[in-house]
């Protein structure tokens, strides 16, 4: 399943960025979809999911910082990054649920119940 996301960069300590994530091969409108990162040296991280409904979940880690949206029509996801801190430098993967259905906000938030991935973007923060 094509994930390809674009529009990672290097951005100076609070600046923006907004990466997506062009999707095809199954139906885009009905999955949630999700953004996951890796920063240098560590594990995956949940940043964001969006609902096939397009309500979007944040981690705290992130939330009031970064935006997470869907265009149905475009079978596009988005995921607008502001304030952006050091911490924030790491490959971010947009990824697709393993399966359409209700989800919860626990739920939601385990990279394990992504099953698509795509091929990622980098986002670095330095001054």
């Known amino acids: 399943v094509p994930l390809v996301a674009s529009g990672g960069g290097l951005v100076q300590p609070g600046g923006s960025l907004r990466p997506s994530c062009a999707t095809s091969?199954?139906?885009?409108?009905?999955?949630?979809l999700g953004w996951i990162r890796q920063a240098p040296g560590k594990g995956f991280e949940w940043v964001s999911g969006?609902?096939?409904?397009?309500?979007?979940y944040y981690a705290d880690s992130v939330k009031g910082r970064f935006t997470a949206s869907r265009d149905n029509a475009k079978n596009t996801l988005y995921l607008q990054l502001n304030s952006l801190k050091t911490e924030d430098t790491a490959m971010y993967y947009c990824?697709?649920?393993?399966?359409?259905?209700?989800?919860?906000?626990?739920?939601?938030?385990?990279?394990?119940?992504?099953?698509?991935w795509g091929q990622g973007t980098q986002v670095t923060v330095s001054s």
């Open positions: 990824a697709k649920w393993r399966t359409v259905g209700p989800v919860s906000e626990s739920t939601i938030k385990e990279v394990t119940n992504y099953d698509s």
């Open positions: 091969g199954f139906t885009f409108r009905i999955y949630v």
């Open positions: 969006v609902t096939s409904g397009g309500s979007p």
